[in-house]
């Protein structure tokens, strides 16, 4: 059984680019939920998905938008960067089933926005 | 809005002492409750959770205990050893999950 996924490990951006963020979930899992940590702080969540649907979103702006696949493999994509987004970006994958708030996470992608 | 507070801040124990780490959370819907241990450059790792029906939970040297009436939970790890020296999370969940500011826990030789 393979856990949580995500690529890159690293990235450099500058300011007004556009980045995208890859993560694959555990093997079994249908739910995809994306989660933002700032240096010293814990995780905010981004926004969640399951089924290839938008299922719930915290309070970040409409440049964060994300993409579920058939195999439940997972994308946050950010619009027009800004030096506020550099932060590692977690994903984490959990079922529908009996341990559906059970989430596991990734790695996370370390993003710098320059 | 801040809906998950924890504290301390940071912690230092002496190997073989107890850690202890409390949280308190405002919104009476949360029905779950786990807390996450994440080492420098890692994501969170899933160290024991407990639902609001239940006051107290134990896994190894890992407990939580649970009020709820207070709208308290803690985690205590029993003989703590250098290398429980981490960052945890507390987080409470409904649909989605809402973290606490994390402790840094130094666990000295």
């Known amino acids: 059984e393979t856990g949580v996924t995500q690529s890159p490990t690293h990235l450099i951006k500058t300011r007004g680019q556009q980045v995208t963020l890859r993560c694959s979930s555990q093997?079994?899992?249908?739910?995809v939920s994306w989660y933002q940590q700032a240096l010293g702080q814990g995780p905010q969540f981004i926004f969640q998905?399951?089924?290839?649907?938008?299922?719930g979103r915290g309070n970040f702006p409409p440049r964060f938008s994300g993409l579920q696949f058939p195999n439940y493999s997972s994308e946050l994509n950010v619009n027009a960067l800004e030096l506020d987004d550099s932060a590692l970006y977690l994903c984490?994958?959990?079922?529908?089933?009996?341990?559906?708030?059970?989430?596991?996470f990734g790695p996370g992608t370390r993003l710098t926005v320059l | 809005q801040q809906q998950v507070k924890q504290s301390p801040q940071s912690l230092i124990v002496q190997k073989g002492g107890i850690s202890i780490i409390n949280c308190a959370y405002e919104?009476?819907?949360?029905?779950?409750f786990p807390w996450y241990q994440q080492f420098p450059g890692k994501g969170p790792a899933l160290l024991i959770a407990?639902?609001?029906?239940?006051s107290e939970k134990k896994e190894g040297r890992f407990t939580i205990s649970f009020n709820k009436s207070a709208k308290q939970f803690s985690l205590h790890i029993m003989d703590s050893q250098p290398g429980d020296s981490a960052t945890y999370f507390c987080?409470?969940?409904?649909?989605?999950?809402?973290f606490g500011q994390g402790t840094e826990l130094s666990v000295k030789p």
């Open positions: 984490a994958s959990s079922s529908s089933g009996g341990m559906k708030d059970t989430q596991y």
């Open positions: 407990i639902r609001p029906d239940v």
């Open positions: 987080a409470a969940m409904r649909g989605k999950l809402i």
């Open positions: 093997s079994g899992h249908n739910t």
């Open positions: 998905y399951y089924r290839e649907e938008e299922n």
């Open positions: 919104n009476t819907a949360f029905d779950y």
